[in-house]
T-cell receptor, first 113, second 114 residues
Framework: EAGVAQSPRYKIIEKRQSVAFWCNPI?????LYWYQQILGQGPKLLIQ????????DSQLPKDRFSAERLKGVDSTLKIQPAKLEDSAVYLC???????????FGSGTRLTVV | GENVEQHPSTLSVQEGDSAVIKCTYS??????FPWYKQELGKRPQLIID?????GEKKDQRIAVTLNKTAKHFSLHITETQPEDSAVYFC?????????????FGSGTQLTVLP
């Protein structure tokens, strides 16, 4: 099966600029997750979608981060305005609703300067 | 919420030796414990997982043990090879309907010396 697709692979922006990341999950995977992985740390959940509805966004900094999953397939994560501490790899993952195993995408490495 | 602690943060072993990485979790409702391997610049990949109704699971050179009472679980890699060098993350997930959010540990950089 095709994997989880993410783009862009890399992004460098200046602080206070905006940026968007895109994720296309594996076909048929109803659950989609966005994780933030800061260098040297484990991934931290930002938001979880079930189809096109938000299940949990309690750790999403909503003053600057937003995410949507139109039609329950692709998802975008946006940061506006970006801060230096947002520099990280943003990982998208998807899974079947009733299964535990995730498939992660390759991630988008964001550098805020 | 769940808190997962992982140690050691770095581990160096000689090729052929065994490596053990340990994790503890805080939420007694957690019942799924996967381990991920992440090579530099690549995505995390699931290498083994265990559920709370099982005490041990083995897959070739890797095994995971779980002690629910003590809330800790461990990854064991035997006969290590240079290609085992990577960062390993443990994670825990509480059962919550169909939600399977993972809380990750901080990672262990394993280096296998030839």
């Amino acid at each position: 099966e095709a994997g989880v697709a993410q783009s862009p692979r890399y992004k460098i922006i200046e602080k206070r600029q905006s940026v968007a990341f895109w994720c296309n999950p594996i076909s048929g995977h109803a659950t989609l997750y966005w994780y933030q992985q800061i260098l040297g740390q484990g991934p931290k959940l930002l938001i979880q979608f079930q189809n096109n509805g938000v299940v949990d966004d309690s750790q999403l900094p909503k003053d600057r981060f937003s995410a949507e999953r139109l039609k329950g397939v692709d998802s975008t994560l946006k940061i506006q305005p970006a801060k230096l501490e947002d520099s990280a790899v943003y990982l998208c993952a998807s899974s079947y609703s009733t299964r535990n195993d995730y498939t992660f995408g390759s991630g988008t490495r964001l550098t805020v300067v | 919420g769940e808190n997962v602690e992982q140690h050691p943060s770095t581990l160096s072993v000689q090729e052929g030796d065994s490596a053990v990485i340990k994790c503890t979790y805080s939420d007694s409702a957690s019942n799924y414990f996967p381990w991920y391997k992440q090579e530099l610049g690549k995505r995390p990949q699931l290498i083994i997982d265990i559920r709370s109704n099982v005490g041990e699971k083995k897959d070739q050179r890797i095994a995971v043990t779980l002690n629910k009472t003590a809330k800790h679980f461990s990854l064991h890699i035997t006969e290590t090879q240079p290609e085992d060098s990577a960062v390993y993350f443990c994670a825990a997930s509480p059962h919550s309907g169909s939600a399977r959010q993972l809380t990750f540990g901080s990672g262990t950089q394993l280096t296998v010396l030839p």
